[in-house]
């Protein structure tokens, strides 16, 4: 049975829609992350499943039971939103045994079950600290062990790791990802960063403008976008028109190129994605077609190149570098490229 599912579910706001049509299942166990662009419903899906905002219509099931006139505190679901509202009058352990003392646990179980999360966090020793002498990173794993020492089901969060610098939230990535595998319950993730999406997820699902765009795997939705949108906002994309010559062949930039992909009508428009990293910079008496180096930048773990070739302008990711108005073969291999609908 799946644990959450959400069936043809819409909000507006006025002549808003915010919601069109969801339909989303999620089950037991899962790190599921819904990624999208500010202003595309993700917080508002997360919302509704916890309780905080009613649906215009439509279905919250939760094991196969509608809570759509559940309140909040009575679901079996706890919620860590990315300002981590943690009780500044009262120091660590307090802070993470307040639900326990709202449900009248006897003490002995409050502490066991705090310190049993208070390892899970890697805080032991921090009871008796006070929330303002803790980094980012350490509240909002008190946030995290505060929501978990309830044992919900599931686990809501809404960009819980925004308001942490670069390196940090890389870190804590890892770390939210081996505290789920620890505990065994569902997580429902909120976030714009497709990188964190990537690192962290099960399941993806992109949004957009209140709609579903594709729900996969990383690889797949990486791999194998379903459209421009999903292309161009998972990482970097190269996006050709090209012709879908018959199965497994596909001309763009003046050359037949075979390819993994069929099902398209002969000679049928078509878009091409191939990512920066699939192109292979060679001499040009190698490549499958040629083109002129226009920029090129050192990023660290590899050159970004642009590089002209028959009009169209791709951006590669290169370990060598090359000159520039140097001229260059690119080779492009079959996996690499992916054959998409044209989009109406």
């Known amino acids: 049975m799946h644990l959450i599912e959400l069936k043809n579910l819409r909000k507006d706001y006025g002549d808003n829609v915010i919601l069109n049509d969801i339909n989303l299942y999620v089950q037991e166990d899962e790190f599921l992350t819904l990624l999208g662009p500010s202003g595309c419903g993700k917080t508002t899906t997360l919302r509704i499943i916890g309780g905080f905002e009613k649906a215009s219509s439509g279905q919250v099931l939760f094991a196969g039971k509608d809570i759509a006139d559940v309140p909040p505190y009575k679901r079996n679901i706890n919620t860590v939103f990315q300002k981590y509202s943690l009780f500044r009058h009262l120091n660590v352990y307090e802070n993470i045994a307040f639900g326990l003392k709202l449900k009248k646990v006897d ?36 946030a995290i062990a505060r929501a978990l020492v309830n044992k919900p089901k599931l686990l809501l969060l809404d960009e819980p790791l925004g308001a942490l610098d670069l390196k940090l939230r890389k870190s804590m990535q890892i770390e939210l990802k081996n505290i789920q595998k620890r505990v065994g319950i569902t997580f429902i993730y909120v976030t714009h960063d497709q990188e964190e999406a990537l690192t962290m997820s099960d399941t993806i699902v992109v949004m957009n403008e209140g709609e579903i765009q594709q729900i996969g795997s990383p690889i797949d939705i990486y791999n194998e976008p379903k459209n421009s949108f999903v292309a161009q906002f998972i990482g970097e994309s190269n996006i050709l028109d090209a012709i879908a010559v018959e199965d497994k062949k596909v001309m763009f930039s003046n050359h037949v190129f075979d390819s993994l992909d069929k099902g398209f009508d002969k000679n049928q428009p078509v878009d091409v994605v191939i990512r920066p990293e699939d192109i292979e910079i060679v001499p040009v008496d190698q490549g499958m077609i040629s083109g002129v180096v226009k920029e090129i930048t050192f990023k660290g773990v590899h050159w970004e190149m642009i590089v002209n070739a028959e009009g169209f302008d791709y951006k590669i990711h290169s370990i060598n570098d090359a000159k520039i108005n140097s001229q260059v073969g690119l080779k492009i291999i079959p996996d690499a490229i992916h054959v998409m609908n044209k989009e109406d």
Do not use: P, W, Y
């Open 107 to 142: 003490k002995e179980t409050i502490d066991q079950d705090v310190k049993e999360m208070l390892r899970l966090v890697n805080l032991q020793g921090f009871e008796e600290r006070s929330i303002d002498s803790l980094s980012g990173g350490q509240q909002q794993r008190v």
